[in-house]
C-alpha cells in the first residue's frame, strides 16, 4: 500500500450531484450491508475510530447492516489480545456490529480457492523479484511487470502476481466524488499472494466483502489507490463492484497519518463520549456542544437522525491533534 495516501489520483475529482450526492435522499440502489475492517495490529485509536463512525453512521442513515470483520491474516503485524482490545473498544463507544464477529483467517481456504481459479484462467503469474530489484527497474516504484513472460514456477518463494487489465478502472466515489487515476496504476499488475506465502490484502478484502454481500464500502482514503486494483478483481471475479466512500484521514502535528505504526494514541473506552462527539465532527456533522457528556448511545442516535453525506469534507486529510 502507498506510504502516501492517493499519490496518483489524477486531479479531476467533482462531487457529483448524482442519486447519491444527496444526504436526504435514500440511494437509487439497495444498501444491504455495509462493513468495518481493521487489522488487529493495535487497539483503534482516532483514526480508526473515524473510519468507525463513518461507515457505521452511513449504513445506519441508510438502514443497512454493519458488519465488523476483523483482518488478521498477516501474523507478524498482528499484537494479541488486539482483536478483543478493538471490539471492546467498539462497544464502549456505541458501535454495535450486526450479525456475527468474521475472522477473516477462516476464510484462508477461500482464498486459495479463488487462486486456483485464477491460475487456471492463466491470470496469474510467479515474480521472484526483491524489492531492491524493482526499485532498481522502477522510475515510479511501480513493479514494471518483469516476470510477466517467464513462466516461473508457482512453488517456493514468489509472489502471485495477477495481469492488469485493459480497464481504467475510474470510478465514482460518494464522497470524493470522479476517480481517474494515471495509467501506470492500472497497467501494474500486482501481488495477490505474497513471496512469504500470505495472502495479499487485495485479494482478502475482495473475496471476504463479496461473500459477505457488502455492497457499500466505506473507509479512510489512504486505500483510495487500492480501489482500482480491487476493481480489477471484482472484473476477474465476474462480480459487480460495491459504491466506495473514502473519509478524510486525520493527521497528527508531523503531517503524518495517525496510525499504530507511528504509536498513535489508543482512544479511551473508559471516557467515549468526548472524543466520539469529535469524530462526529471531524465528519463534518454538527453535534449540540450540550451532547458532548451524553452516553455514546445518544450521541450516535442524534449523528444518525441528523446525518449529512454532503458534509462530510473532501478533503483527503485533516490536522488532529490531542
Ligand atoms: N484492514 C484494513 C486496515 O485496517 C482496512 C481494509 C478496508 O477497509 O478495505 O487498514
Not at 495477490?192 to 464500502?217: E, F, N, P, T, W
Not at 486525520?250 to 505504526?261: E, F, P, R, T, Y
Not at 456542544?289 to 450516535?300: D, F, M, Q, T
Request: glycine fraction near 6%; aromatic fraction near 10%.
Amino acid at each position: 500500500m502507498p506510504a502516501t495516501p492517493n499519490s496518483s489520483l489524477k486531479d479531476s475529482r467533482t462531487r457529483l450531484n448524482s442519486e447519491f450526492g444527496q444526504s436526504t435522499s435514500p440511494p437509487a440502489k439497495p444498501y444491504l450491508r455495509g462493513r468495518f475492517a481493521p487489522s488487529p495490529s493495535g487497539p483503534l485509536h482516532f483514526g480508526s475510530l473515524v473510519a468507525a463512525v463513518g461507515s457505521y453512521l452511513i449504513a445506519k442513515f441508510y438502514g443497512a447492516e454493519w458488519q465488523v470483520r476483523i483482518e488478521d491474516i498477516d501474523p507478524p503485524r498482528e499484537i494479541e489480545g488486539a482483536a478483543d482490545t478493538i471490539l471492546r473498544q467498539l462497544e464502549a463507544f456505541g458501535l454495535h456490529w450486526d450479525g456475527p464477529i468474521v475472522y477473516q483467517s477462516e476464510s484462508i481456504p477461500r482464498f486459495h480457492e479463488i487462486l486456483e481459479e485464477l491460475k487456471r484462467k492463466d491470470l496469474l503469474y510467479a515474480c521472484d523479484c526483491t524489492r531492491k530489484k524493482i526499485s532498481k527497474l522502477s522510475d515510479d516504484g511501480r513493479y514494471p511487470n518483469i516476470c510477466q513472460n517467464k513462466k516461473l514456477s508457482f512453488d517456493g518463494e514468489v509472489a502471485w502476481k495477477l495481469r492488469h487489465g485493459e480497464g481504467s478502472y475510474h470510478f465514482y466515489d460518494h464522497i470524493q466524488g470522479d476517480c481517474e487515476f494515471d495509467s501506470s496504476l492500472y497497467q501494474e499488475d500486482f501481488t495477490v499472494k505474497r513471496k512469504d506465502g500470505l495472502m495479499a490484502y487485495q485479494l482478502a478484502v475482495v473475496v471476504d466483502d463479496i461473500d459477505a454481500g457488502i455492497d457499500h464500502v466505506v473507509r479512510g482514503i489512504d486505500l483510495l489507490d487500492s480501489t482500482p486494483r480491487q476493481l480489477r478483481l471484482y472484473e476477474v471475479l465476474d462480480k459487480p463492484a460495491p459504491l466506495w466512500y473514502h473519509l478524510p484521514l486525520a493527521i497528527n502535528q508531523d503531517g503524518n497519518k495517525l496510525s499504530k505504526q507511528n504509536h498513535a494514541e489508543a482512544i479511551d473506552s473508559q471516557h467515549p463520549s468526548q472524543q466520539l462527539h469529535q469524530a462526529i465532527a471531524f465528519l463534518g456533522q454538527k453535534p449540540p456542544v450540550s451532547l458532548r457528556n451524553e452516553p455514546p448511545e445518544i450521541i450516535i442516535d442524534w449523528a444518525i437522525e441528523h446525518f449529512s453525506l454532503e458534509s462530510i469534507p473532501q478533503q483527503q486529510q485533516i490536522p488532529y491533534f490531542d
